[in-house]
């Protein structure tokens, strides 16, 4: 089982976003190293989350365009029900490895870091939404430096003003890019760590 090497004062939460289309993907995925975390995916027909074993089932839609509505139910889930200093948001295609215990430590250090890249893209989404007409159409997307959404952490203040901020009707389709939106609105900028020394994205490991 992986050692949680990382400062034993800092309370880390995980929130790994799947779907039932690849569930195959959550099974397969090794956790050890992440101490407690929930996966978490939608069921539009649920009234309220609904807890079954590690999943959380949010009532939202299940597809790549809800992925925002998805991530910010989840940071509410989590404020409301978990004890925690730093949430970790990944996804369940992501391994975890090297120096991945470092990586938490100097995340605790900031209200918002991962891996920075800036919005230089807005076809992104083509071919994995279900509406026809989105998988065909350049979307709108914030300017600015945001943190990469396979693995970006929050501090607490971060994730309450999240849960307590709402889902936009005109949200942003890229949740990393609303996350980091929503966070500039207070002043709250990405910060840098090395994301690319202890996470993997299936079979391709992260440039620096």
């Not at 970006?152 to 005109?170: D, E, M, T, V």
Request: hydrophobic share 35%; with cysteine; glycine share 6%.
């Amino acid at each position: 089982m992986g050692e949680q090497l990382y400062k034993k004062s800092t309370r880390l939460f995980t929130i790994i976003l799947t779907c039932e289309k690849y569930r195959y993907k959550m099974l397969s995925q090794d956790t050890t190293m992440l101490g407690d975390y929930m996966y978490f995916i939608g069921d539009p027909e649920l009234p309220s989350p609904l807890v079954k074993g590690d999943i959380v089932y949010l009532p939202c839609p299940d597809n790549y365009e809800s992925l925002p509505i998805k991530t910010l139910m989840a940071i509410k889930w989590a404020v409301e029900n978990k004890e925690f200093d730093l949430i970790l948001k990944t996804d369940d295609d992501v391994s975890f490895f090297g120096n991945f215990n470092k990586i938490v430590c100097d995340a605790s250090e900031y209200d918002y870091s991962g891996r920075v890249i800036r919005a230089d893209y807005n076809d992104w989404h083509f071919g994995k939404c279900d509406n026809p007409e989105l998988n065909n159409t350049p979307v709108d997307i914030p300017e600015g430096n945001y943190c990469q959404g396979l693995a970006y952490f929050l501090s607490k203040k971060s994730a309450l003003y999240l849960a307590s901020y709402g889902i936009r009707s005109n949200n942003f389709i890229y949740e990393d890019a609303e996350i980091g939106y929503l966070l500039r609105k207070i002043g709250i900028n990405p910060n840098r760590v090395e994301v690319a020394e202890g996470f993997k994205e299936g079979s391709n490991q992260w440039i620096p």
